[in-house]
């Protein structure tokens, strides 16, 4: 079992799950469960609503820009093209369903989120495989980050989802590939959200598939260069 396998987004509560369903980052499987506690649960469809509230004025200082038509097609590929197979049009009880309406929200707001969420270069959409996602959590500790990987930018963003470094101290961003020793990232900066430049040498283990960790260090960073805290938060990057 890996160390993210250890500390997955069940570990996380349902704060940092209902983050990561607005994001889109759940598995099939997942959303399912979660629609099914948002139609059940007031105080954890509220818990949703307010993430959804938390990403949206990341869209507001950019201007609206008209989508290439491909984009569309994508969605419609994504959304119906496993149902078009069976029915020729969606059921009545899809379409009245409180469930998938917040998934397509979600989706969308997802989509959002992540593509204003770092530098606006130019209004095309770069790739799918261009993006990782990864939930950043772990046993016994608050500290819950959502870590985004732009390739096309070289850089990760970083969102906090909770947790407080505490005085004196640093996060520090590693990666971790397989059995190797972890490579330093960089210090993370303080505030909700951050943005950190990734070096041509990590950017290659990263697209490979990797694992995020954070540690608690000293002011400044590991003066080792190596992790010499406790690992506060860790999660494998995923392709969305």
């Known amino acids: 079992m890996t160390l993210a396998e250890n500390n997955g987004p069940e570990r996380g509560g349902d704060d940092l799950l209902a983050a990561e369903y607005i994001l889109g980052v759940l598995t099939a499987d997942e959303r399912q469960i979660v629609s099914r506690r948002i139609d059940t649960e007031t105080a954890f469809a509220r818990l949703v609503d307010a993430w959804e509230v938390h990403f949206a004025p990341m869209a507001a200082a950019y201007a609206a820009v008209e989508p290439p038509a491909s984009v569309k097609a994508a969605i419609d590929r994504r959304l119906f093209a496993s149902s078009a197979a069976t029915s020729a049009a969606p059921s009545a009880a899809v379409w009245s369903s409180l469930a998938f309406w917040r998934g397509l929200a979600a989706a969308a707001l997802a989509a959002l989120a992540v593509f204003v969420a770092l ?10 495989e261009t993006r990782l996602v990864a939930s ?42 397989g059995k190797n020793v972890p490579v330093s990232m960089g210090v ?3 505030g909700q959200t951050a943005r950190m430049a990734v070096t041509p040498a990590v950017q290659q283990k990263l697209a490979q598939g990797a694992v995020l960790a954070v540690s608690l260090e000293p002011t400044g960073g590991s003066p080792t260069g190596q992790p010499t805290g406790p690992v506060v938060a860790a999660g494998d990057l995923k392709g969305i």
């Open 188 to 190: 993370i900066p303080a």
């Open 136 to 177: 950043l959590a772990a046993d016994n500790s608050n500290v819950k980050y959502l870590a985004v990987y732009d390739a096309a930018r070289h850089e990760v963003g970083l969102s906090l989802v909770s947790g407080e470094r505490g005085s004196g101290k640093d996060f520090e961003l590693w990666m971790i590939e």
């Open 119 to 128: 530098p606006f270069v130019n209004p095309s959409l770069p790739p799918p």
